[in-house]
């Protein structure tokens, strides 16, 4: 296999920035690739294919620890898809708490906003409920 990728070209052709792949060698998800005489990293183009799934896994929102289950289980191919299938379905349930956290304070930030009676600050409902949390309908959010 040819490794004759520069780590700024790979940067470059994954979308991954050039610390970012450092660091992604730094705790192993990504190996540690051959280098040059002048110490120079090269890559080839199975890092590139993984450089990629590492940064789709991140835009969807997976953790490191997520992310290293699911490499792991990609070398081995002939595998039942369950543990692959556990670790989306935990990611499910963190990406729900998230909405339901979100959809709560979206709410109180409607209701802070339409309770200001937009005259002095003494009447306003944002001012209120910022500086008393008790005055929230949701506790978590």
Do not use: W
């Not at 610390?19 to 990504?30: A, K």
């Not at 183009?45 to 991140?58: E, K, N, Q, V």
């Not at 929102?61 to 997520?66: A, K, L, N």
């Not at 909405?99 to 937009?118: D, F, N, P, V």
């Amino acid at each position: 296999m040819r490794y004759d990728i520069t780590i700024g070209e790979a940067a470059r052709i994954s979308g991954v920035k050039v610390p970012t792949i450092r660091y992604y060698e730094q705790i192993g998800l990504l190996p540690a690739p051959p280098r040059t005489e002048g110490n120079r990293r090269t890559y080839d183009d199975s890092d590139l294919r993984r450089l990629a799934f590492i940064r789709h896994a991140r835009e969807l929102g997976f953790e490191v620890s997520g992310i290293r289950t699911l490499l792991a289980l990609q070398s081995d191919l002939t595998q039942s898809c369950g543990a692959a299938d556990a670790v989306a379905r935990e990611h499910l349930a963190e990406v729900e708490k998230r909405i339901a956290s979100l959809t709560a304070l979206k709410a109180e930030l409607e209701r802070m906003i339409e309770g200001c009676s937009h005259g002095r600050l003494a009447e306003c409902k944002v001012i209120e409920v910022l500086a008393d949390h008790g005055k929230c309908e949701h506790a978590h959010h």
